[in-house]
């Protein structure tokens, strides 16, 4: 572990090296101080346009880069992929529970499917807490990655300090449940494909059941997810009355979702915001997982093209850092959510315009002062009410993005050991 996570820290130092431009000498680190929001993306603007005066008129068209290459063997996809069922385990192996003190803690790469109904290969960490207690309670978390790399993926994350919720971990862990936290993004990290993050946590939760070291395989389980993992949680449950109709999903907990693509992009690149990077890097996530459908280069002037350059590797806070400030309009010449080929995209990424229900009790939440809104929070709820779905929705008063994670975490460990012990689910439909 040690030597992969030196080569995973020299490949970003390369990366940094072949992005940062001579003249850059201010330090992006502040990300919310709005002289360094400024002054980055005057930097982008001005990269790009020095490239285009050197080319003269011409605006070159730059085809979209993928992370860089994964460099562990254990999550590479073996020749026969095709060969394995959905959720199959392809290869396990024990890692150290650092951090997560008593617990016992495995890697699986199993087989999934992506959105294009191609195999891949997927990975999923299993926490085990002390003691042998066979067909213990499942939890799957997804947290919210929100990242371009595959070294920002969990099974990294988890591990090597960089992963905010591992606290939240402990918390389900004392429980006496077991954990299973998938690399929901993908091998590709195509954050923002929410429909592949759904099929990525069935699959997983597939593999840890069948794992025999485990003994798991009659747990009950249930799925939770903040923001981004709150949309592959969401995925997840909407998609498993038809993908994994044999996984008995107790309930689901999903809070801060981005429930409609399309008007967050809007939300967050209407104007100049600190949070631009994460649309940004969504539509180029999208890109990743639908290249056929969706290509940014039709859509993205020089300063986007740059942009997208600067962090095709890269995790969450670089992101958020190198385009706070920014706008659609600095770096797109057609908003996402008016391009007629990544419309249909982004609605069959998003939880209001996708058809799917779930049938496992639901709880949601979501600050009534956060970002994203939560009028589409609203309108999916009342949507699977109406279907007979049990959901139990808070909105947490004044709460922004950051603020409505607590409230909402602590009340999702009552939901959660309600559905274990079979207790009627609360609802206010």
């Known amino acids: 572990m040690a030597a992969q996570r030196s080569t995973r820290i020299r490949r970003r130092q390369q990366r940094s090296e072949r992005h940062t ?12 101080a709005r002289r360094a929001g400024l002054a980055i993306r005057r930097l982008v603007l001005g990269i790009s346009i020095a490239g285009v005066l050197a080319l003269g008129n011409t605006v070159p068209s730059v085809a979209p880069v993928g992370p860089a290459a994964e460099g562990d063997a254990f999550y590479a996809a073996p020749a026969d992929i095709g060969e394995y069922r959905p959720g199959e385990v392809i290869r396990s192996r024990p890692v150290p529970a650092a951090g997560f003190a008593g617990s016992t803690a495995w ?32 939890v799957s978390y997804q ?6 790399g595959t070294d920002c993926a969990p099974s990294h994350s988890l591990f090597d300090g960089t992963m905010r919720e591992a606290g939240a971990l402990n918390l389900l ?27 990525i946590t069935l699959d997983g939760i597939r593999a840890v059941r069948q794992f025999a070291p485990a003994d798991l395989e009659d747990s009950p389980v249930a799925l939770v997810g903040y923001s981004g993992g709150g949309l592959a949680t969401g995925f997840a449950a909407a998609l498993a009355p038809q993908y994994t109709p044999e996984l008995p999903i107790a309930g689901a907990a999903a809070g801060g979702v981005p429930m409609n693509l399309g008007r967050l992009a809007n939300d967050l690149g209407a104007r100049s915001n600190q949070l631009f990077g994460l649309g940004f890097a969504a539509a180029i996530g999208l890109e990743r997982e639908y290249p056929e459908q969706i290509s940014l280069d039709r859509v993205l002037n020089p300063a986007g093209l740059a942009l997208r350059d600067r962090i095709d590797d890269a995790c969450m806070d670089e992101i958020v850092d190198v385009a706070a400030g920014l706008s659609t309009a600095e770096v797109f010449t057609t908003p996402p959510a008016d391009d007629p080929a990544a419309a249909p995209i982004l609605r069959d990424n998003s939880l209001e315009t996708f058809a799917g229900v779930p049938t496992a009790p639901l709880y949601l939440w979501h600050g009534t002062a956060d970002m994203i809104s939560a009028e589409p929070v609203q309108q999916v709820a009342a949507r699977y009410c109406a279907a007979g779905v049990p959901v139990q929705l ?28 079979g207790t009627p689910p609360p609802e206010n439909c």
């Open 394 to 421: 808070d909105l947490i008063a004044g709460a922004d993005h950051s603020a409505a994670i607590l409230p909402g975490a602590m009340r999702t460990l009552d939901y959660l050991a309600g559905r274990f012990a």
């Open 173 to 199: 862990l004392t429980q006496g449940w077991a954990v299973a936290v998938p690399d929901h993004l993908g091998p590709d990290s195509a954050y923002g494909a929410a429909q592949l993050g759904g099929r």
């Open 143 to 148: 947290p919210f990655v929100n990242s371009l």
């Open 107 to 138: 890697q699986l790469a199993f087989r999934s499917t992506n959105s294009r109904n191609e195999p891949i290969a997927a990975v999923t960490t299993l926490l085990l807490p002390a003691g042998d207690v066979p067909d213990r309670p499942l």
């Open 21 to 32: 431009a001579p003249e850059q000498t201010l330090s992006i680190r502040h990300s919310r």
